[in-house]
């Protein structure tokens, strides 16, 4: 009875307001519904337990994104591309995808990339930016090079749907 007297109250504005999906987190800005889908993921995980081990399972994968999302924000040259973005739920979706494909016990609740991305305004220089950022976050957590560079090669075929221009 006290929701509907609300809704009449404040009509659309209360309508309008798009609850949190159930993965997000506190302070996650609403976004328009999607479907959830492993396929969103962009990449096919690896198997066994060997990559997760090497980026040092969740806790590690955990540390790398929030260095990563970081640097990414604070980066003078693809920052301006993150300022309206919402740090929470990219460190949660990064965490998620990363922790999905070294296939360390995750599930990927994120958008698909082209949709994740839309309208960003991406381009060469600032994926080639972004790579840096990642190689220098994994490269602090003592990842192995060679466990980096299969990652990246798993990754790279996601450039096509993120970069715009």
């Not at 962009?42 to 994104?65: C, E, K, L, N």
């Not at 305004?121 to 990642?134: I, K, T």
């Amino acid at each position: 009875m006290l929701l509907s007297l609300a809704a009449l109250l404040m009509g659309p504005a209360l309508q309008a307001a798009t609850p949190p999906a159930p993965h997000a987190m506190p302070g996650e800005e609403a976004v328009d519904p999607y479907r959830v889908d492993p396929a969103n993921v962009g990449a096919a995980p690896f198997t066994g337990d060997g990559m997760a081990r090497a980026f040092g399972g969740q806790h590690g994968i955990r540390r790398i994104v929030d260095r990563f999302v970081r640097s990414n924000f604070a980066d003078p040259r693809i920052g301006e591309i993150f300022a309206n973005q919402d740090q929470v739920r990219l460190k949660r979706t990064l965490f998620e995808q990363f922790c999905y494909i070294l296939a360390a016990g995750c599930t990927y609740t994120g958008r698909d990339m082209r949709s994740a991305h839309k309208n960003m305004g991406v381009q060469q220089g600032d994926m080639n930016r972004l790579v840096e950022n990642l190689q220098r976050a994994m490269t602090a957590e003592k990842v192995p090079f060679a466990a980096q560079n299969r990652f990246l090669a798993k990754l790279a075929p996601m450039r096509g749907h993120i970069v715009e221009r």
